[in-house]
C-alpha cells in the first residue's frame, strides 16, 4: 500500500487508521473483553486522534506509540467516569460465562480461543495492558516502556513474569500457545 504523504511528511490519517485500528481496537479489547463497550471506545480514540492528528510529531514519538498514549489515557478516563468501561473483579475463582450471540464474538466457540479469553480473564488489568502491547500490537520493549513509564529491561522483566503466571494458570500452557 503506498502511503500518502501529509503536512510535514506525515502519513495520512486515513493511512494511519487503516495501518492501526486492529492493533488499538485489540488493546481495548484485551482491556475490556467486551465488543460494543470496544467499538464504542476505538471510535472515541480514532475521533480524538483525527481531531489532533495535525499536533502529532513524528520526531517525538512513533505513530503507534502515540495512538497507544490516546487509547491508554480514553480508557482511564473511562474508568475514572465509571462509565461504559467498568473494572471488573475477575479473581481465579470466576468461572467461564458462555457469551451471547449479541454480545462477542463467534470466534469464541472455538474451545482454543475461550480458553485464551480465559487466561485473559485472570490477568490483572496491567496484564492484559502488557499482552495487548506485546501480542496485539506488537511493540517493541521500548515502545512500551515509553506508554508505561518505565525503561525497556523493566518491560522484559514484566513479560517473563507474565508468561510464568501463565503457565501456572493453565497448569503448563503458555499464552503464547493461544495467541
Not at 492493533?23 to 470496544?38: D, M, Q, V
Not at 467498568?86 to 450471540?101: G, H, I, K
Not at 485472570?122 to 495492558?129: G, P, S, Y
Given at each position: 500500500m503506498k502511503k500518502a504523504a501529509g503536512a510535514a511528511g506525515k502519513e495520512s490519517f486515513s493511512?494511519?487508521?487503516?495501518?492501526?485500528?486492529?492493533?488499538?481496537?485489540?488493546?481495548?479489547?484485551?482491556r475490556l473483553l467486551h465488543r460494543e463497550?470496544?467499538?464504542?471506545?476505538?471510535?472515541?480514540?480514532?475521533?480524538?486522534?483525527?481531531?489532533?492528528?495535525?499536533?502529532?510529531?513524528?520526531?517525538?514519538?512513533?505513530?503507534?506509540?502515540?495512538?497507544?498514549?490516546?487509547?491508554?489515557?480514553t480508557l482511564i478516563d473511562e474508568y475514572r467516569r465509571g462509565g461504559r468501561a467498568q473494572v471488573f473483579s475477575l479473581d481465579a475463582d470466576t468461572?467461564?460465562?458462555?457469551?451471547?450471540?449479541?454480545?462477542?464474538?463467534p470466534i469464541l466457540q472455538d474451545p482454543v480461543n475461550r480458553e485464551?479469553?480465559?487466561?485473559?480473564?485472570?490477568?490483572?488489568?496491567?496484564?492484559?495492558?502488557?499482552v495487548?502491547?506485546?501480542?496485539?500490537?506488537?511493540?517493541?520493549?521500548?515502545e512500551i516502556g515509553e506508554v508505561l513509564g518505565i525503561n525497556a529491561k523493566a518491560v522484559s522483566e514484566r513479560h517473563r513474569r507474565l508468561l510464568s503466571k501463565c503457565r501456572k494458570l493453565e497448569k503448563g500452557k503458555s499464552l503464547l500457545d493461544f495467541l
Amino acid at each position: 500500500m503506498k502511503k500518502a504523504a501529509g503536512a510535514a511528511g506525515k502519513e495520512s490519517f486515513s493511512v494511519v487508521f487503516e495501518e492501526h485500528y486492529s492493533g488499538i481496537y485489540n488493546y481495548i479489547y484485551a482491556r475490556l473483553l467486551h465488543r460494543e463497550r470496544t467499538e464504542d471506545l476505538v471510535s472515541d480514540i480514532f475521533l480524538k486522534a483525527m481531531t489532533h492528528y495535525d499536533s502529532y510529531d513524528p520526531a517525538k514519538a512513533s505513530v503507534k506509540t502515540w495512538l497507544t498514549n490516546i487509547a491508554r489515557n480514553t480508557l482511564i478516563d473511562e474508568y475514572r467516569r465509571g462509565g461504559r468501561a467498568q473494572v471488573f473483579s475477575l479473581d481465579a475463582d470466576t468461572e467461564y460465562v458462555e457469551p451471547s450471540a449479541e454480545d462477542e464474538y463467534p470466534i469464541l466457540q472455538d474451545p482454543v480461543n475461550r480458553e485464551a479469553r480465559s487466561i485473559l480473564q485472570k490477568l490483572t488489568d496491567a496484564e492484559r495492558e502488557l499482552v495487548s502491547m506485546i501480542y496485539f500490537q506488537h511493540m517493541s520493549n521500548p515502545e512500551i516502556g515509553e506508554v508505561l513509564g518505565i525503561n525497556a529491561k523493566a518491560v522484559s522483566e514484566r513479560h517473563r513474569r507474565l508468561l510464568s503466571k501463565c503457565r501456572k494458570l493453565e497448569k503448563g500452557k503458555s499464552l503464547l500457545d493461544f495467541l
